[in-house]
T-cell receptor, first 114, second 113 residues
Framework: TQLLEQSPQFLSIQEGENLTVYCNSS?????LQWYRQEPGEGPVLLVT?????EVKKLKRLTFQFGDARKDSSLHITAAQPGDTGLYLC??????????????FGQGTILTVHP | NAGVTQTPKFRILKIGQSMTLQCTQD?????MYWYRQDPGMGLKLIYY???????DKGEVPNGYNVSRSTTEDFPLRLELAAPSQTSVYFC????????????FGEGSRLTVL
């Protein structure tokens, strides 16, 4: 069974601060997705990374896939209250009987105070 | 822009009762999934389907059943509700395997008393 460990589980910061969320595994994944979830809604995809060492930027969010494809990080620069939410990483495997099934981390609850 | 629609949004059940959570998608996706979300536990896969008539167990299938008679619909059945099934349930669909994006419904909050 593949596992993804996210840290920290909770993060409470002031507007304008920077933060990093980590997603680690002992297993190799073919791809790593990051989702954001707001209360009362389902998760929404932010980004997919598929190549070891890949870095993707989405405005103030920077996503990195580890060289060995066992870990990933999400960095937010100058956090804003609108960034508040639950962030989930999810690992996927290619081919065979993967059928798009994802393994999710436990999630990081981010609260950004004005 | 319907996407994935789940009903009901909230439900309270007594121990031993049965119910069905409905899920329908209008994106013509082949792959559909049911996840449950518990605090601090992320999302756990219950069942999934790769097309009409084909379903398979996920990580936590005990106490649940599914069917997939059409591409659009993927209902989740709880036969004998137990307190351990108190959770938020999410249905999702995907148009591609491997790196395909999962599109989620808004969730169904189930409480078993």
């Amino acid at each position: 069974t593949q596992l993804l460990e996210q840290s920290p589980q909770f993060l409470s910061i002031q507007e304008g601060e920077n933060l990093t969320v980590y997603c680690n595994s002992s297993s190799v994944f073919s791809s790593l997705q990051w989702y954001r979830q707001e209360p009362g809604e389902g998760p929404v995809l932010l980004v997919t990374v598929v190549t070891g060492g890949e870095v993707k930027k989405l405005k103030r969010l920077t996503f990195q896939f580890g060289d060995a494809r066992k870990d990933s990080s999400l960095h937010i620069t100058a956090a804003q209250p609108g960034d508040t939410g639950l962030y989930l990483c999810a690992g996927g495997n290619a081919g065979g009987t993967s059928y798009g099934k994802l393994t999710f981390g436990q999630g990081t609850i981010l609260t950004v105070h004005p | 822009n319907a996407g994935v629609t789940q009903t009901p949004k909230f439900r309270i059940l007594k121990i031993g009762q049965s119910m069905t959570l409905q899920c329908t998608q209008d994106m013509n996706h082949n792959y559909m999934y049911w996840y449950r979300q518990d605090p601090g536990m992320g999302l756990k896969l219950i069942y999934y389907s790769v097309g009409a008539g084909i379903t398979d167990k996920g990580e936590v299938p005990n106490g649940y059943n599914v069917s997939r008679s059409t591409t659009e619909d993927f209902p989740l059945r709880l036969e004998l509700a137990a307190p351990s099934q108190t959770s938020v349930y999410f249905c999702a669909s995907s148009g591609a395997s491997d790196t395909g994006e999962l599109f989620f419904g808004e969730g169904s909050r189930l409480t078993v008393l």
